[in-house]
Each structure stands twice: as structure tokens, then as C-alpha cells.
């Protein structure tokens, strides 16, 4: 991906501008689209709802709070900007767009959000996501700062989200699509229409945010492993796809993580993407692989690192955050001990970590964010962005 660079993006650049790239979107466009999301939402409907004890116990605990508190960072990042830019008691709405069971419902009613909505495929995990919100607000207390909901299925590739609002003409403030755009890169069309949907609604000046796999990072990997298959323990990666020419759109791959997902993705080539946002009237302001924001963050939020248990404790204190009899392969923890080594009281210490096979798969993702453009209209009637 990385040598005809040049070339690609501005096969990018024409496709974006064309509205029709059927040069290089692999599948027709749309034809399989259905089909993968049908995929894609049976898939999320049915990881079940664990609970608590169960996400506790994961083999990958310490990744999933990892990301969590990615997201967490972020989020809180893009509210305090929001926030500068509004009066005090301002109204704050929010868009959790393919929100999945509501693992961002926490850092909303943090974040003094007053409106949300939340849309997803999958219903079953909507569902899950709506009565999670229920029993975060089941007091009396809590139902003062209750903010308005609401809560609908859609397909965000194939649908126009707007008309499911209670009301279509709102300004939102903030579109928040974690770890799910990927799969909109299917088809021009269906990453047009998840565009069109993150944007429309966004006042001027306000933001989207998101997460996804970097397509170099994946690429990278690919081209190291000399295979369509590569990873670790706990993830693997395997393309349906042709790898020495990957298509701008539907560039599949096979996707499985540990216990959580399994299920095709697709490559977001980044300056398509980007050019595709820019076509709805959107300014990229940031994009940061995680282990950047790791860098940045984990000094200024460390609290929020152990609060979240975001990092596991290498040594492990028997007994305590780590489960007592674990067996910890050294092997995945040569990094500290090499740390370990260089610091003074080596005997006594203890630091916070991933195991690097946890540390592989967060590295595989990307943030970014864009800001709404201020829009005017020509003569025609379309959108000018500036
Ligand atoms: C990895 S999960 C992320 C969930 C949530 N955003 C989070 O961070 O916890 C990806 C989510 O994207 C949703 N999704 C995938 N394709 C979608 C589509 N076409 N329209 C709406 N949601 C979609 C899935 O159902 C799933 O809930």
C-alpha cells in the first residue's frame, strides 16, 4: 500500500470526486453490501452480554480496558473542546454511532451529555445498550440528569440516519463511531452513506471522532508475514482479498479476536477516507495511531489508567488485580524485565504493561478527527464547504 502511495490517492481523489469508483471497488457496489451487514449484525447480536465477572475473567482484559481508555481519553479531549467553545449550560448532543451493547454509556453521562443518540445493526445489542442505560439511571437521584435518548436499529451504510430522529433538522455537537467504520468500506457507497451520516447533522466547528484499524499498520504486518494470514495467540488477520493490489473499497479480511470478534472487515485506505469527509464537508484535525496517544496520555491520565486497570501489574501481585495461578509466559513480558533491568531497585520492581501479544493487537488501530466545515450553498443548491 505504501509504494504507489501517490498514485493511489489520487485514484482516491477521483473516485471521491466522481461518485463512482468502480474502478477500484472491487465488488460491485452494494451488491454484497446487505449480505456483510447481515453478517456483521448476526455476529454482534450474538456475543453475549456477559456481565461484569465474565469481561473480568477475558484473556484479553487488559487490552479491552486498554481501548477503553483510548476511547475514554479521547472522548473526555473532545468534550473539554466542545465545552470551550459553548456557553455554560449549553445543550450537549451526542450521536454514539454503531454503539454497539453501550460501552460508551458511562463516559456520556460523564461527559454531562443531554442528548444521545445511539444506533446500531445489531438490535439485540441495542436492546442490551438501552436497558444498560435504564439501570444507570434506575434512581430517583439519577433521573435528574437523565439526558434525552434515543435508541434505534439501522444499517448506518445503506440508511440516512437524520430521518430516524425524533427531529431531523438537530445540530448535534459530537458523532462518536468507535471501532466500527471499517466495516462501511465495503463499497463506496456504503462508506458515502456512513459519511454522509456522520456529517450532516454536525453543527459548524463541531467534531467526529472515531476508531478504526490502521490499513498501514495491517498492510505492514501482511507484507512481514510474507501470508494472507498472520497474528498472534490472540488475534489473526486473513485476507480475502488480493494483497499486492488491494482495492480502495472492499479490501476484505477475516478478523478474529480472541473471544470477541469474528467476522470480514475491510481496509480504510486513510487519504480516501479522508477525501471522502472532506466530499461531506469535514476536516481532518487529528489522526494518531494508539500507541501516540499512549505516549501522550499516560503520563497526565495515569489515574484514569489504574482506575480503569488499563495496564496489567508485571510482576503480578498474586491474589490482587492479576487472578491468583495465572501462569505469565516470561516471553510476553521480556520488555519489563529488560526495563526492569535498567532501573536501580530491580528486586522491588513493578510496572504497568500489556503482554505484547495484548500490545500487538492495540497497535493495529488508529483515532481520528474531523470538524464540520462551515457550509454555504451555490447556486445549484449544493453544499460549498469552507
Ligand atoms: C467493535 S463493535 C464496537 C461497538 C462500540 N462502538 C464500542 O466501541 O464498544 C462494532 C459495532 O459496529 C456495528 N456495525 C457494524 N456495521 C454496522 C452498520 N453497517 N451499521 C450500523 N452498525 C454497524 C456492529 O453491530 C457493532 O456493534
Known amino acids: 500500500m505504501s509504494d504507489s502511495e501517490d ?9 471521491v470526486s466522481d461518485e463512482n469508483p468502480s474502478a477500484q471497488s472491487s465488488a460491485a457496489d452494494g451488491e454484497h453490501g446487505e449480505k456483510h451487514s447481515a453478517v456483521v ?13 465474565a469481561r473480568k475473567r477475558s484473556n484479553i482484559i487488559f487490552l479491552r480496558n486498554f481501548n477503553n481508555w483510548i476511547k475514554s481519553v479521547v472522548i473526555v479531549k473532545y468534550t473539554a473542546l466542545i465545552k470551550e467553545r459553548t456557553p455554560l449550560g449549553s445543550p450537549f448532543r451526542v450521536l454514539d454511532l454503531c454503539c454497539g451493547k ?10 454531562n451529555v443531554t442528548h444521545l443518540i445511539c444506533t446500531d445493526i445489531a438490535q439485540v445489542s441495542l436492546e442490551q445498550c438501552e436497558s444498560r442505560f435504564n439501570s444507570m439511571y434506575s434512581s430517583e437521584r439519577d433521573a435528574q440528569r437523565r439526558p434525552k435518548v434515543e435508541f434505534f436499529a439501522a444499517d448506518a451504510t445503506l440508511q440516512q440516519l437524520r430521518t430516524k430522529y425524533r427531529d431531523p433538522s438537530m445540530k448535534l455537537h459530537l458523532v462518536s463511531c468507535q ?3 471499517h466495516y462501511s468500506f465495503e463499497s463506496f457507497k456504503q462508506a458515502d ?6 456529517a450532516e447533522c454536525l453543527e459548524e466547528g463541531f467534531y467526529f471522532i472515531g476508531t478504526m484499524p490502521d490499513a498501514y499498520e495491517i498492510m505492514k504486518r501482511q507484507r512481514m508475514a510474507m501470508s494472507e494470514s498472520f497474528g498472534n495467540d490472540i488475534y489473526n488477520i486473513k485476507f480475502i482479498c488480493d494483497t499486492d493490489n488491494p482495492p480502495l473499497f ?15 472487515e475491510f481496509l480504510v485506505h486513510f487519504p480516501t477516507f479522508e477525501k471522502l469527509a472532506l466530499k461531506h464537508g469535514l476536516r481532518l484535525v487529528e489522526k494518531r495511531r494508539f500507541e501516540d496517544i499512549f505516549q501522550e496520555f499516560s503520563g497526565p491520565k495515569q489515574g484514569l489508567l489504574e482506575k480503569m486497570q ?7 501481585y498474586h491474589g490482587r488485580n492479576n487472578f491468583e495461578g495465572q501462569r505469565k509466559d516470561p516471553e510476553q513480558y521480556a520488555h519489563v524485565e529488560d526495563f526492569a533491568k535498567k532501573m536501580s531497585s530491580e528486586q522491588n520492581f513493578r510496572a504497568g504493561t500489556l503482554s505484547l501479544k495484548e500490545w500487538e493487537a492495540a497497535s493495529l488501530y488508529l483515532f481520528f478527527a474531523f470538524q464540520k466545515m462551515k457550509t454555504s450553498y451555490d447556486a445549484q443548491g449544493r453544499p460549498v464547504y469552507s
Open 7 to 15: 498514485s493511489r490517492s489520487s485514484a482516491a481523489e477521483k473516485s
Open 41 to 53: 449484525a448476526s455476529h454482534y447480536n450474538k456475543i453475549e452480554d456477559r456481565g461484569l465477572l
Open 102 to 111: 453501550g460501552g460508551d454509556l458511562c463516559k456520556w453521562l460523564n461527559a
Open 179 to 181: 471501532f466500527a467504520f
Open 193 to 198: 452513506c456512513m459519511m454522509k451520516n456522520a
Open 250 to 264: 472492499g479490501a476484505k479480511y477475516n478478523f478474529q479476536l480472541d473471544e470477541v470478534v469474528d467476522c470480514p
Open 310 to 316: 488499563a495496564l496489567e501489574t508485571y510482576p503480578p
